[in-house]
């Protein structure tokens, strides 16, 4: 039923294979020039410096907030939609058109709408998938505004209380 999607995930593995493969040799050189860079700086500067990397937080060099499960719920959801609005289209189209069926003299216009469910199928979870994701990017965007103007406000009110 879902035949059409196999060259799509056999492509799209075979690109995210080489993109990994490609990565992992580009770190590797980045990784060896710090290595080399840290070999050469001299022995004083490193007096404190205990051989371990400290566990704790830098602001500067954390990553900004993740929305990784928002992403996949809201994907997930948008399938479930997708997936469900195409059963009720299928749904509509074979068994709610009887009438015609029976004044047709051939039985092609089941034929063809049963030819057609994968292309249903396949477009409702796409175009939901991807409204879902645009959903979530909307999501992410206005908790990111809400998250500087409250930073900012912080900001503000610790700069009022100094003066």
Same mark, same amino acid.
């Given at each position: @039923?879902?035949?059409?999607?196999a060259?799509?995930c056999?492509?799209?593995?075979?690109?995210?294979?080489?993109? /990994?493969?490609?990565?992992?040799?580009?770190?590797?050189k980045?990784?060896n020039?710090?290595?080399? /860079?840290?070999?050469?700086?001299?022995?004083?500067?490193?007096?404190?410096f205990s051989?371990? @990397?400290?566990?704790?937080? =830098?602001?500067?060099?954390?990553?900004?907030w993740?929305?990784?499960a928002?992403?996949?719920g @809201?994907?997930?959801f948008?399938i479930?939609?997708?997936?469900?609005?195409g059963?009720?289209?299928a749904?509509?189209?074979?068994?709610?058109n009887?009438? =015609?069926?029976?004044?047709?003299?051939?039985?092609?216009y089941?034929?063809m709408v /049963?030819?057609?469910?994968? =292309?249903?199928?396949?477009?409702?979870?796409?175009?939901f998938?991807?409204?879902s994701?645009?959903?979530?990017?909307?999501?992410?965007q206005?908790v990111?505004?809400q998250r500087?103007?409250?930073?900012s406000? /912080?900001?503000?009110?610790?700069?009022?209380?100094?003066?």
């Open positions: @039923m879902f035949s059409f999607l060259p799509i056999v492509t799209a593995t075979i690109c995210l294979t080489v993109y /990994k493969l490609f990565e992992l040799f580009v770190r590797r980045e990784r020039m710090f290595v080399e /860079k840290l070999s050469e700086i001299p022995v004083e500067n490193l007096s404190g051989g371990r @990397m400290p566990f704790t937080r =830098v602001p500067e060099l954390e990553r900004p993740s929305f990784v928002l992403r996949t @809201m994907l997930l948008g479930g939609v997708g997936l469900l609005v059963y009720f289209i749904d509509i189209n074979i068994y709610t009887e009438d =015609v069926l029976l004044q047709a003299r051939h039985r092609t089941i034929n /049963k030819e057609s469910l994968p =292309v249903i199928y396949g477009s409702s979870v796409l175009f998938g991807g409204l994701l645009v959903g979530s990017f909307l999501i992410e206005q990111l505004r500087d103007k409250a930073e406000q /912080k900001k503000n009110d610790t700069i009022g209380g100094e003066i």
